[in-house]
């Protein structure tokens, strides 16, 4: 059971990126799923999430606008994170996690201590 996260890079300012995390072992469909990221001597901070009921989203200010997330939960089991118009202030290894459903709840999480695996992460940086 694990999750794979990548798809990061070097890019310059302006730049695209799209970001995969796939997870083997498990179904996705029954997992909201985040992503987080980390800058070098920062803490982890959540940048956006999709719940698994009906694909809804969300977003940290800092990106909205600029950040898609979306789910593939065909054979595929993949979750994206489409990232535009990057900013060197984008620059941060980022974690894909995954929180399994339960009875009382399926939605999403802003924390990380709820979600119950996580990526090795990929590291994006974005040069001025």
């Known amino acids: 059971v694990q999750l794979q996260a990548s798809g990061g890079g070097l890019v310059q300012a302006g730049g695209s990126l799209t970001l995969s995390c796939a997870a083997s072992?498990?179904?996705?469909?029954?997992?909201?799923i985040a992503w987080f990221r980390q800058a070098p001597g920062k803490e982890r901070d959540w940048v956006s999430c999709?719940?698994?009921?009906?694909?809804?989203?969300?977003y940290a200010d800092s990106v909205k606008g600029r950040f898609t997330i979306s789910r593939d939960n065909t054979i595929k089991n993949i979750v994206y994170l489409q990232m535009n118009s990057l900013k060197p202030e984008d620059t941060a290894v980022y974690y894909c996690?995954?929180?399994?459903?339960?009875?009382?709840?399926?939605?999403?999480?802003?924390?990380?201590?709820?979600?119950?695996?996580w990526g090795q992460g990929t590291l994006v940086t974005v040069s001025s």
């Open positions: 072992g498990f179904i996705l469909d029954s997992y909201a």
């Open positions: 999709v719940n698994s009921v009906d694909g809804s989203t969300d």
């Open positions: 996690a995954a929180a399994r459903d339960t009875i009382d709840y399926r939605g999403y999480y802003y924390e990380s201590r709820p979600y119950d695996y």
